[in-house]
């Protein structure tokens, strides 16, 4: 039994890796990440709460729950409830029955959840904490020293997941800021040489058109750039 759950965990490892290379959307490595871990932990509900550090605010950004009440709860501030006071400890706090501790903020959820133990974990990712990994029982549960590896292992994995993702969509700005450039330049020399246009009414002119149009400088820029190839033809 102790093999079959060995793999099950190497498994779940394996699938969060690949997640971390890939190009998905992060709300589907999210979903993904919380359904791996609820199987391979045989959680009654997992979640992924993720840290905005201007509000310094956590909120669920993916569980496999399905209750309105669960999903819409509110954001718990650094150092707040269990959540909390994990990111401000850095450190894997177990729960033992959440309806009857104190500093668990959503007790009467738990009750009609019909959750009992909890276990959270921090998600680090280069020194720096950047959320939290729940995991929840249905009954009372003693977490041992092994599912709490499991879970940080897990957890540090979603968070390298969730810092590509960004760095992958951020790129992905840039690259498209820096094409958009370029193609309001080539546009801005067509109007300078056709219309004799100084830089400045040429890029104006672009502008007040993507204004008027409500279509972006990109937009325009490609439509001025192909008139000319086509009165090439």
């Excluded at 668990?104 to 020194?127: F, H, N, T």
């Excluded at 009372?140 to 020293?145: C, I, L, N, S, V």
């Excluded at 993702?165 to 080539?186: D, G, M, N, P, S």
Aim: charged share 30%; glycine share 4%; aromatic share 4%.
């Amino acid at each position: 039994m102790r093999g079959e759950e060995h793999q099950e965990q190497i498994k779940a490892l394996y699938e969060i890796s690949k997640a971390i290379t890939s190009e998905m959307y992060l709300e589907d490595v999210l979903k993904l990440i919380v359904a791996v871990t609820a199987q391979v932990l045989g959680s009654k509900i997992c979640s992924i709460m993720l840290l905005d550090e201007k509000t310094q605010t956590l909120s669920i950004k993916a569980t496999q729950a399905m209750s309105p009440e669960y999903i819409n709860k509110p954001p718990l501030k650094v150092g707040e409830g269990i959540a909390g006071r994990v990111v401000a400890e850095r450190r894997p706090i177990v729960v033992q029955d959440v309806r009857k501790e104190e500093n668990y903020k959503y007790r009467d959820i738990a009750r009609q959840e019909g959750i009992v133990s909890m276990l959270s974990v921090p998600m680090e990712v280069k020194g720096r904490v950047i959320g939290v990994l729940n995991t929840y029982t249905s009954k009372p549960h003693r977490y041992t020293e092994e599912e709490i590896e499991v879970l940080c292992s897990i957890a540090n994995q979603a968070a390298i997941a969730i810092e590509n993702t960004e760095l992958l969509v951020k790129t992905r700005v840039i690259q498209e800021e820096l094409e958009t450039r370029k193609k309001v330049e080539k546009a801005k020399g067509v109007l300078m040489r056709l219309e004799k246009l100084s830089e400045e009414e040429a890029y104006n002119r672009i502008r007040k058109y993507s204004m008027d149009t409500r279509r972006s400088m990109r937009e325009v820029a490609e439509a001025i750039i192909l008139t000319e190839e086509i009165k090439k033809l």
